[in-house]
T-cell receptor, first 110, second 114 residues
């Protein structure tokens, strides 16, 4: 079983729609959960960071963590064409190493 | 806003040659990392560095790889004898004190080994 699994997409939505992304993980030692956005041939850009179960909101972005199900989600409200990118979940245990999902490609159509 | 910078943006080398990839982490950060992303694949952890020594490394980070902080600002990744399969995007990242702090990534260096 892969440590972190993420649907590769692509996920195509109309402008203004809610984008729903998720990852599952297998290792219960994972404690810190992040979402990064990556534009083509660029570095990952941190969007959201959380370490507890529940919801965390930042503007149009909401990160959700369910440790009991080993499931994390990212919701993007009122999606814009500029949100078109690949979204990576990244998870960390107590050490330094980030374990990334494979990324979901999102396309927001005007 | 402070950011991680990397040079060069693209490096082309012949198989068997040595390459050095350079990074300038965010100035008050203490932890430094290298990751790589082979085209179409996941971002993979290579190594973390703190207090002038490696704190963690992956199976990928074998004897062909080394890291160094030669001065107060730069952080480098050296690949001694490049292989075709080393072709990838290499990302440097840094984070501040504490193991739970966020890692901020640079724009990457695209390494092409011919």
């Amino acid at each position: 079983q892969k440590e972190v699994e993420q649907d590769p997409g692509p996920l195509s939505v109309p402008e203004g729609a809610i984008v729903s992304l998720n990852c599952t993980y297998s290792n219960s030692a994972f404690q810190y959960f992040m979402w990064y956005r990556q534009y083509s041939r660029k570095g990952p850009e941190l969007l959201m960071y959380t370490y507890s179960s529940g919801n965390k909101e930042d503007g149009r972005f909401t990160a959700q963590v369910d440790k009991s199900s080993k499931y994390i989600s990212l919701f993007i409200r009122d999606s814009q064409p500029s949100d078109s990118a690949t979204y990576l979940c990244a998870i960390k245990a107590a050490g330094n190493k980030l374990t990334f999902g494979g990324g979901t490609r999102v396309l927001v159509k005007p | 806003e402070p950011e991680v910078t990397q040079t060069p943006s693209h490096q082309v080398t012949q198989m068997g040659q040595e390459v050095i990839l350079r990074c300038v982490p965010i100035s008050n950060h203490l932890y430094f990392y290298w990751y790589r992303q082979i085209l179409g694949q996941k971002v993979e952890f290579l190594v973390s560095f703190y207090n002038n020594e490696i704190s963690e490394k992956s199976e990928i980070f074998d004897d062909q790889f080394s890291v160094e902080r030669p001065d107060g600002s730069n952080f480098t990744l050296k690949i001694r004898s490049t292989k075709l399969e080393d072709s990838a995007m290499y990302f440097c990242a840094s984070s501040s004190w504490g193991l739970d702090n966020e890692q901020f990534f640079g724009p990457g260096t695209r390494l092409t080994v011919l």
